[in-house]
């Protein structure tokens, strides 16, 4: 019985570790298979992802006046 | 109508309740699972909630969560496609925790709350719980004006980052909270000073109080680089951060080779030793912040043309910045949410969704809303009685006077007190209801305070909890500040002027600079909470007897709690932290017990 249970608990670990790794594999082909060249892509056409320059002039802030009251805004995740 | 907010999954996780526009119960989770800043699932914090409330999970009109999942998760999104290749290793670990649970939060949170319902999940949606969400900053914004005693104000909210938004400027007036600006990441603030708060060795989102403590040690010799080489800085407070000096979008630690080239070497190592050159660091980085944060208030008056300010997000529990903004004089009143950081999402949203999606009133009196943020469990004196009895302590059961008559000699004969009483504060600080307390004339005991009780740096300063109408005789503080959110200078009259020559840095730590030098900072700021009866009626009335006793409206306030754990919530974490330190005296209601020392 004790050997069971062992061998029980070294079968869930196994199987966690290769669990953790495909999705890593997984995730290492999604990031430079299509988040790379994406990346790459649109960069080259001239998309800015995230405006990183520091030298912007005028001011940072960006104008907001959305209508707060507006109930599906809560219901939406985004 | 019953709302509960809920703020969780990045840190400070924590849930509040309000019934028909009014907050009844607010409490963070690290309080009862004891993980300092717990960031999961604020389980039992809701159970308090409803507990407390005597309602049922299927009771509540609506659950709401402090931000929106997908608008946080476009922004990691675009921040990977920007910064690609770098980034796999921060990419692994941030799809591994959004694909596996962010993403489905309101499957998460229906699943949360149908086991607290005691429910199978698919019983539990046929309720229908009405799920929604609000924007991080406007959760923020919410927390500053909606309980705030104003009927109308500008609101500045400055954090690392929510969604997008890294800062944002709003108007609120009567029910009503509109967004005016927003300043968009990675152009940040918090993660400026956090950036800083990792390479002077403190730990990111949590060690950022010991920079604003460090920084009266040092020079700004640095104020300079970092406003000329770290951003750009707007007349209007906006500004935009040169990225390459920084490693926290994509990277594994807040700062990159530049940043350390620039500031002339590697991060310090935590608990090493603390140069002049830290110090001068922290003291720049503070410096600029002060800088910032006046002109963003400014920007915020001349958008709004209001009186009053309130401020909200983790960069407003920086109570010098906010002390700056009120000597400015800008605005006549400054109002700044207790628990201005993550966990105060909770409050916000609830608010949010009170005013904005059901339509819900808001009356103003001349308090706040937040009943001196005392809105967490307490315990009744037959309780602790009991769990004395059951476990052989010694204690002695007073009448309030005679209890507050012995605490108050003692304090005065210089012992260290915990006090555990009432409601447990929400929010970072305690405010008396769960706090150290010492006598703040004695030269000694900021020393003995951080070594012997709370184990911590010695540099790191004590506040001063001060009777409300006694506080302009101390402090030049031209409003109340209840939640100890507003560093005041100590008045010149109280300053003692003869300083040994020659010392700098930590050197200074040991100077006498006021009559009350166990709360003056090196700088003479104190960091000061007003105490109204109102508000907290027995701490109130403890101050009272201590002036009788010692002359001095005035104690040293600390939480109760030793270094690297959250404050104690309950009187069993009391007792044992009580016993743990070298405090001479614990009040746990209206029960005293004494610490037997053997005779020496």
């Known amino acids: 019985m004790k050997r069971l249970r062992a061998f029980l608990v070294l079968w869930k670990k196994m199987g966690q570790k290769a669990g953790e790794a495909f999705s890593a594999a997984v995730l290492f082909l999604a990031y430079f298979l299509c988040v790379c060249p994406w990346a790459f892509v649109t960069r080259l056409a001239g998309k800015k992802w995230i405006d990183f320059s520091p030298l912007h002039p005028g001011s940072g802030w960006l104008e907001k006046g959305d209508d707060m009251r507006e109930k599906t805004r809560y219901e939406r995740l985004f | ?600």
Not at chain 2, 31 to 42: G, S, Y
Not at chain 2, 101 to 117: G, N, P, Q, S, V
Not at chain 2, 169 to 197: C, D, M, Q, V, W
Not at chain 2, 442 to 462: D, H, M, Y
């Open chain 2, 1 to 600: 109508m019953n709302i509960l907010g809920i703020s969780a999954f990045y840190h400070d996780s924590a849930a509040a309740l309000i019934r028909n526009g009014r907050l009844v119960a607010a409490v963070q989770e690290e309080r009862f699972t004891r993980r300092k800043h717990d960031e999961r699932f604020p389980e039992r914090s809701i159970r308090f909630c409803l507990q407390k409330t005597g309602l049922q999970p299927g009771d509540l009109d609506a659950i709401v969560f402090y931000e929106k999942p997908l608008l946080k998760f476009e922004r990691l999104l675009h921040t990977y496609l920007a910064c690609a290749p770098r980034g796999f290793s921060s990419f692994r670990k941030a799809m591994q925790a959004w694909l596996g649970k962010k993403l489905f939060l309101k499957d998460d949170i229906t699943r949360e709350m149908a086991r607290i319902a005691g429910m199978k999940v698919r019983r539990y949606r046929k309720t229908n719980p009405r799920i929604l969400f609000t924007e991080h900053h406007e959760s923020h914004a919410a927390s500053a004006f909606f309980p705030s005693p104003f009927e109308s104000a500008a609101v500045l909210t400055m954090d690392g980052v929510g969604e997008w938004a890294t800062a944002s400027i709003a108007h609120g007036s009567g029910n009503r909270l509109k967004i005016l600006r927003e300043l968009p990441f990675p152009h940040s603030l918090g993660l400026l000073y956090t950036a800083f708060t990792y390479y002077l060795g403190f730990r990111v989102n949590s060690g950022e109080y010991k920079v604003m403590g460090l920084a009266p040690y040092g020079e700004p010799r640095y104020a300079d680089t970092i406003l000329d080489r770290l951003m750009t800085l707007h007349e209007d407070g906006s500004f935009r951060l040169n990225i390459e000096y920084f490693d926290y979008l994509v990277g594994s630690t807040m700062t990159s080779r530049k940043f350390h080239d620039l500031f002339g070497g590697p991060p310090r190592m935590p608990e090493s030793e603390l140069t002049q050159r830290h110090m001068d660091i922290a003291r720049s980085i503070q410096l600029v912040t002060e800088e910032i944060m006046l002109k963003m208030a400014r920007e915020a008056h001349r958008l709004t043309g209001e009186k009053s300010l309130c401020l909200a997000g983790g960069v407003a529990l920086n109570c010098v910045g906010n002390g700056r903004i009120l000597k400015e004089g800008l605005f006549q009143n400054l109002w700044v949410q207790p628990a201005a950081g993550d966990a105060g999402g909770a409050v916000g949203a609830a608010y949010a969704a009170w005013h904005h999606y059901f339509d819900g009133e808001r009356t103003v009196s001349g308090d706040d809303h937040m009943q001196g943020s005392l809105l967490g469990p307490s315990y009744g004196d037959d309780e602790i009685e009991s769990f004395l009895k059951q476990n052989g302590i010694p204690y002695q059961k007073l009448a309030e006077e005679e209890l507050l008559t012995a605490v108050s000699q003692a304090l005065f004969g210089g012992s260290v007190v915990g006090w555990f009483q009432g409601a447990m504060e929400f929010g970072p600080r305690a405010l008396g209801n769960r706090s150290i307390l010492a006598n703040p004339c004695l030269a000694e005991t900021q020393s003995v305070l951080n070594l012997k009780i709370k184990f911590r740096e010695s540099f790191r300063p004590f506040a001063p909890a001060v009777l409300e109408e006694k506080a302009p005789e101390f402090f030049d503080l031209p409003v109340a500040s209840p939640y100890m959110l507003l560093a005041a200078p100590v008045l010149e009259k109280r300053r003692n002027g003869s300083h040994p020559h020659g010392l700098s840095g930590l050197e200074r730590l040991h100077e006498k600079r006021s009559d009350i030098p166990a709360v003056t900072h090196l700088d003479y700021s104190a960091r000061v909470q007003t105490v109204n009866p109102r508000q907290n009626r027995r701490f109130y009335d403890l101050l009272e007897n201590f002036r009788d006793v010692s002359g001095y409206p005035v104690l040293v306030n600390t939480s109760f709690n030793v270094r690297g754990e959250p404050i104690v919530r309950s009187y069993e974490e009391a007792y044992q932290c009580f016993c743990k330190t070298e405090m001479d005296l614990l009040v746990l209601g209206n029960l005293l017990l004494r610490k037997e020392r053997p005779e020496a």
